[in-house]
């Protein structure tokens, strides 16, 4: 049998750090990159007689995070106490939920190629801490623990298996992140580690409905990574099934250097874990009216920013996709259009020069340094003829750089747009008495001549020249 013959599922545990400003069991910060161990008491470090209080943000949270994921809310859920030893968990223990975890039955839509919109179940979201940091291998081979982020609040996002490629993958997490972004409730910074996934991966032979062994791969964080691992694994449990053999269930590291996963661990069980309820902690208990405040605080989602979009902008579906997927880049939009009012203009800058620019310096939407109010500017002063777009590329070249009021630029660059007739055709008479092939082309019936015409003139004028008053300048002294 070929690789065609099998069927790739995927389910994945995502966990999310929560921008809370303190920890979940006690008032340390969370914020990222402070000196090691400097962001802790004795809570967080697990002294033994220390009591945790549960940060009721992390609920709220947790509700606004199920909420906006279609999930349940259960009314009444609990901490438990999840046993393991590592030496970034002094407690030896974790608290998380087990049996009755915040949120459940929920599900995140992602778009398919030809249009369609497919469910991911998400089996549930529970919250729990943190674990420190190991730091191997920075102070003479040996290894330290840094406890700054033992304690903070996490949600963990398990999906039912739903997912069929590493395609689908990619666009679940990317759904989850911009959601969890719109509701604030995580900056999901996956370099930083605030986003990252468990991936468990099996295959099975097409028409088989049990779900195949899966292999889980550990703390994954960057989309790029995802997508390699998951090929790679799916071609390496085809391979060992071809051959004879069975996939073991197991735990695997994915290494970026070599491209290959390789064994941790073998797969831990529930009871191996040897949960039960944390005797610390009371019980969380939701009233209707807590859950109705927390879910009418929730802003507009992506998926409603998108439906409005298309109708009332009339933007395509792939522009409107682009421009949701970042709640700042939405954002954007919508402010500059409604200073300029001309959302398609605002549109068009964003899809195109501003996405390239953020793809060529691998800058995230949210580090833009204008504002939409300098965008918009932008757009007026191309609109109202100040400055022609090819200028206007280059004053959002001085706003990546340099972020000012394009004005301001335009001024001291000296690039206001030549529309003073007189000016035009001083122009234009020059350039037509420097190509006399070309006018006779055109006069000769080949249009095309007219074109190069204009680009010398716009050249001469360093691309100030107003290109409608050019081309009927031209049109008008090539008739004479
Ligand atoms: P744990 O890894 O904590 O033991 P679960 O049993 O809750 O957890 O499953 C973890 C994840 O593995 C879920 O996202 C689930 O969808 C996924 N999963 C379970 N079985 C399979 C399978 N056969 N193939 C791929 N994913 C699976
Ligand atoms: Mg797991
Ligand atoms: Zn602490």
Not at 329 to 355: G, Q, T
Not at 400 to 415: C, H, M, Q, S, T
Request: proline share 4%; with cysteine.
């Amino acid at each position: 049998m070929s690789k065609e013959d099998y069927e790739t599922i995927i389910g994945l545990e995502v966990h999310c750090e929560l921008s809370t400003k303190t920890k979940i069991f006690c008032s340390c910060p969370t914020e990222f990159g402070a000196a090691p161990n400097t962001h802790t008491c004795p809570i967080c470090m697990g002294m033994p007689g220390t009591l945790p209080v549960l940060n009721e943000k992390v609920v709220e949270y947790a509700v606004k995070a199920g909420l906006a994921t279609n999930c349940e809310i259960s009314r009444n859920s609990k901490n438990d106490r999840k046993n393991y030893f590592y030496p970034d968990l002094p407690k030896a223990y974790q608290i998380s939920q087990f049996d009755q975890p915040l949120c459940e039955h929920g599900y995140v839509e992602i778009d398919k190629e030809d249009g369609s919109k497919k469910k991911i179940r998400l089996t549930r979201i529970h919250i729990e801490e943190d674990a420190g940091k190991l730091n191997h291998d920075e102070f003479g081979g040996g290894s330290l623990v840094d406890l700054n982020r033992a304690g903070v609040p996490l949600i963990e996002i398990v999906s039912e298996p739903d997912l069929r490629s590493s395609e689908e993958v990619d666009k679940y997490l990317k759904k989850l992140k911009s959601i969890f972004e719109y509701i604030e409730v995580s900056d999901c910074k996956m370099q930083e580690g605030s986003l990252r996934a468990d991936v468990n991966v099996s295959v099975r032979k097409k028409g088989e409905t049990k779900l195949g062994t899966r292999t889980e791969m550990k703390n994954m964080n960057s989309f790029r990574s995802i997508t390699r691992a998951i090929e790679y694994e799916v071609e390496r449990q085809i391979d060992v099934i071809e051959d004879g053999g069975v996939i073991e269930q197991e735990t695997l590291r994915w290494d970026e250097v070599s491209g290959k996963t390789f064994s941790m661990r073998d797969k831990e069980d529930a009871q191996d874990y040897r949960y039960f309820p944390d005797p610390d902690l009371v019980a969380i208990k939701l009233s209707e009216e807590y859950i109705q405040k927390v879910k009418e605080s929730l802003p507009e989602l992506p998926e409603s920013r998108k439906q409005r979009y298309l109708n009332d902008y009339k933007l395509s579906e792939k522009d409107a996709n682009l421009i949701t997927s970042s709640k700042y880049l939405s954002d954007l939009f919508e402010e500059a259009s409604k200073i300029c009012n001309n959302p398609k203009a605002v549109n068009n800058w964003i899809i195109s020069d501003i996405s390239r620019i953020l793809n060529e310096t691998e800058m995230e939407p949210i580090e833009i340094p204008f504002d939409s109010k300098q965008l918009g500017k932008l757009v007026i002063l191309i609109d109202n003829g100040t400055i022609s777009s090819s200028i206007g590329k280059k004053v959002l070249i001085e706003l990546f750089e340099n972020p000012r009021d394009p004005e301001e630029i335009i001024k001291e660059k000296g690039w206001i747009q030549i529309s003073d007739e007189g000016a035009i055709k001083e122009v234009v008479l020059k350039i037509l008495k420097a190509n006399p092939q070309s006018v006779a082309d055109y006069k000769g019936g080949k249009d095309k001549a007219l074109g190069f015409l204009v680009g010398q003139a716009m050249k001469e004028t360093k691309g100030q020249a107003n290109p409608k008053m050019l081309n009927q300048m031209f049109i008008e002294e090539l008739k004479k």
